[in-house]
Structure formats: C-alpha cells, structure tokens
C-alpha cells in the first residue's frame, strides 16, 4: 500500500509540476509577446518621429534654398535688365552730349545740323543688333 500511495503521489506531484510548467511557458510566451508588441509600439512611433522631422527638415531646406535664390535674384539682374539699363544709360549720355553741344554752339551761328532720330531702317538694324547681343548673352550664360 506504501508503495501504491507512493506512486499516487508522485503521479500527482509530475502532473502539478507539468501544470506549472505550462503556465510559466504560456506567461513567459504572453509577455514576450506583450513586450514583442510594446517594441513594435515604441518603433513605430520613433519612425514616424524620424520621418516628421525629416520631412520638416527638407520642407526648411527647400524654404532656404527658395530665400536664397529669391535674394540672389534682387542682387542679381537678368541680362535682359542689365541690356535695358545699358540701354538708358547710353541713351542719357547720348542725350547729354547732344545737349551740350547744343550750349556750346555759338549763339549767332546758323544752325546747319541739327540732332535727328536716324532712320526708321537703321533704328530697326541697331534694335536687332542689341536683340541679337541679348540672345548671344543669355545663350553664353
């Protein structure tokens, strides 16, 4: 009977000690499955951290580089301003000139030539002549 009672025991004892060992790998499984999705969390929400910055941090390089091209450009003109203010500028010497050779002719002296606008004709051929210096510029550049 001792023996019988012996190994009920021990019956009881393998299947208590099964039982626990299931528990223990079935909540050792639960919480690495707890701490597999906690990580998968915190990972998560790390990348759309690193994304919203990088996101934040080419949206500012692009403001930059668009503030530094707007600032080159009002430092900067374009061969076409730079022609048009040539342009003026030989204009008002030219006008300039005129004017003071108009002062300096004498007063009594007959006027035998007077300042005039050349010819339509060679007005339009200096015009394409500059259209021409402007595109040879701007093809260079």
């Known amino acids: 009977v001792t023996v019988w009672v012996w ?9 208590f000690q099964a039982t626990q060992m299931r528990r223990l790998n079935e909540r050792q499984e639960r919480e690495q499955g707890e701490q597999a999705q906690a990580q998968q969390q915190q990972l998560g929400m790390e990348f759309a951290l690193q994304q919203r910055e990088w996101q934040n941090y080419q949206r500012q390089q692009y403001l930059d580089q668009l ?24 204009r008002a010497l030219a006008e300039a000139q005129a004017s003071k050779l108009e002062a300096a002719r004498p007063a009594a002296a007959p006027a035998t030539v ?22 040879e510029t701007v093809a260079a550049l």
């Open 114 to 135: 007077t300042a005039q606008a050349p010819p339509p004709v060679l007005r339009e051929e200096e015009e394409e002549r500059a259209w021409t210096r402007v595109k």
């Open 7 to 15: 190994q009920s025991q021990l019956k009881r004892l393998e299947a």
């Open 67 to 90: 503030r530094l091209w707007r600032d080159f450009q009002s430092t900067h003109p374009t061969p076409m301003e730079t022609f048009l203010r040539q342009q003026s500028h030989q």
